[in-house]
């Protein structure tokens, strides 16, 4: 394992120790643990049925990939399939979609390229479900955005990047059409693949159970975050800080080992952008972070134990 690889799995972990310490750092420790003493389980545990419910529904929605390839896997081994790579990723960062094929190969004859691939093409679905729900929250929280913005940013200033930005992206893909070779090749080879690979799935015999269990997941991982707030007392959240919290909960994730450290920074941030009281919103950002990754832990670990007996005779 060369230097870079190493330092790909040990700086979010590193990054993630240091954000739980200066998340942590001014909390008293009885109060930290009452977070958790006071929570509404009741509430936690409808959050995570929602959770479980957007991972079977994630594992069902690969074999609409795989079928046209002419395998069909059985549902149990893609459900611990995708609960191993969920586990997986807690550990090393994008390992999991590997992890996740390499199962399908071991235990359903799956190559491993071909069943990495459709995870590719299923994660730019994933990647336009998260764009879709960002622009729809600038829709619905426009003018709250915008007062924020002009409120700590000057006007023409802003004005000033958004065109500036403009340009450059004509720029960029007018050089991008024209590579033909070096780095512009390669990002343009990069964009052609993804524009493949989603374009594959309106091509799709079941395309439209596909677009169903993509919208079902995502709708499913909003309800989570909606269901767990009631969780915390004396927590009240408008919608457009859910939409938001959701949004930074999601880059904190994708940013460090499943948002060790930094899921509950990002959360409260974005909940005081509203107001919400600063207490209830940390502990929220501990308890449903807390949380999700009980739930990853508890059933990957299952999964890992019970794939190789499901799977005895073979």
């Not at 052609?192 to 395309?207: A, D, H, P, Q, Y």
């Not at 969780?231 to 457009?240: E, K, M, S, Y």
């Not at 134990?305 to 073979?314: A, E, G, Q, V």
């Amino acid at each position: 394992m060369n230097i870079k690889k190493i330092l790909k799995i040990i700086l979010p972990l590193v990054l993630g120790g240091f954000l739980v310490w200066y998340s942590l750092k001014d909390i008293n420790t009885n109060e930290f643990i009452g977070y958790f003493k006071n929570a509404n389980y009741w509430w936690i545990s409808l959050g995570l049925f929602f959770g479980v419910l957007s991972h079977l529904s994630r594992a069902y929605r690969w074999k609409f990939m795989l079928e046209p390839l002419g395998f069909k896997p059985k549902f149990a081994n893609s459900a611990m399939a995708v609960l191993i790579a969920y586990l997986v990723n807690l550990t090393i960062p994008r390992a999991g979609e590997a992890s996740r094929a390499a199962v399908m190969a071991n235990y359903e004859n799956i190559p491993f390229e071909k069943g990495f691939g459709t995870i590719v093409a299923e994660r730019m679905a994933d990647l336009i479900m998260m764009l879709s729900i960002i622009a729809i929250t600038l829709f619905v929280q426009f003018d709250f955005i915008w007062q924020l913005l002009t409120k700590n940013f000057n006007p023409l200033k802003i004005g000033f990047i958004l065109l500036s930005l403009f340009i450059g992206f004509l720029f960029f893909t007018r050089y991008i059409k024209k590579a033909t070779s070096g780095i512009g090749l390669k990002i343009k080879t990069f964009i052609s693949g993804l524009l493949e690979g989603v374009t594959s799935i309106f091509k799709m015999k079941n395309k439209w159970a596909f677009i169903f269990h993509t919208v079902f997941i995502w709708v499913m991982y909003i309800c989570m975050f909606w269901a767990t707030i009631p969780a915390i007392d004396g927590l009240q959240v408008p919608f457009g800080a859910i939409l938001i919290g959701f949004i930074a909960g999601g880059f904190a994730i994708a940013a460090t080992n499943g948002g060790i450290g930094l899921y509950p920074v990002a959360v409260t941030g974005a909940f005081l952008l509203f107001n919400v009281a600063e207490d209830p919103s940390k502990a929220f950002g501990w308890v449903m972070w807390t949380a999700q990754t009980a739930m990853i832990i508890i059933f990957g670990g299952l999964a890992f134990l019970f794939l190789p007996i499901y799977n005895k005779n073979k």
